[in-house]
């Protein structure tokens, strides 16, 4: 099983956008840290609110600046830094892909262009507290999904 670390800060932006958003969904891009064996901690996401009650479209311009970005920051060491996968929101359903989702990942994970040996999907959402809750699922070429272990450290 794949596991992916949010960091504290991560977790606070994410928190903040699904705030701003309310009942509308958002997302973006996740950018990771290989640090161990099936282990990535994101170092990045990307922000974009350009959705709907029920669903959310990433744009282009937006993400491919995004990653531009994080390589740069990272030193473009692409075997440690790299695009990790996809976040979105789902503030009035459940943090589980819908049939959507499970589609939209599999056109990226079985892009030749985009090259990727897995992509990893975080839904999110926030409780009646507002404390972040969330699923990561990971998709391979071959057409398979294998639910993820998603860690959200706390701030402090």
């Known amino acids: 099983m794949l596991r992916v670390t949010v960091p504290a800060g991560i977790r606070s932006r994410l928190r903040d956008a699904l705030l701003h ?3 509308n969904e ?14 990535f901690v994101v170092r990045g996401v990307s ?3 350009t959705g709907s009650f029920a669903r959310f479209l990433r744009g282009v311009r937006e993400t491919s600046s995004a990653l531009r970005a994080f390589f740069k920051r990272t030193g473009n060491d692409y075997a440690r830094f790299n695009y990790l996968g996809e976040w979105h929101s789902h503030p009035s359903f459940a943090t589980e892909p819908s049939t959507t989702d499970h589609g939209s990942m599999m ?3 079985q892009d030749p262009a985009v ?7 975080v839904i999110v959402r926030l409780d009646q507290h507002h404390n972040l809750q969330g699923s990561a699922h990971t998709y391979l070429p ?9 860690d959200f450290q706390e701030c402090g």
């Not at 071959?142 to 998603?150: A, E, I, K, N, P």
């Open 107 to 109: 056109r990226i994970v």
């Open 21 to 23: 958003a309310g009942r």
């Open 115 to 121: 090259g990727a040996n897995f992509a990893v999907l």
């Open 47 to 49: 922000v974009e609110r």
């Open 26 to 39: 958002c997302g973006g891009v996740l950018m990771g840290e290989h640090v161990g064996p099936k282990h």
């Open 142 to 150: 071959d057409g398979s999904v294998r639910r993820s272990q998603l």
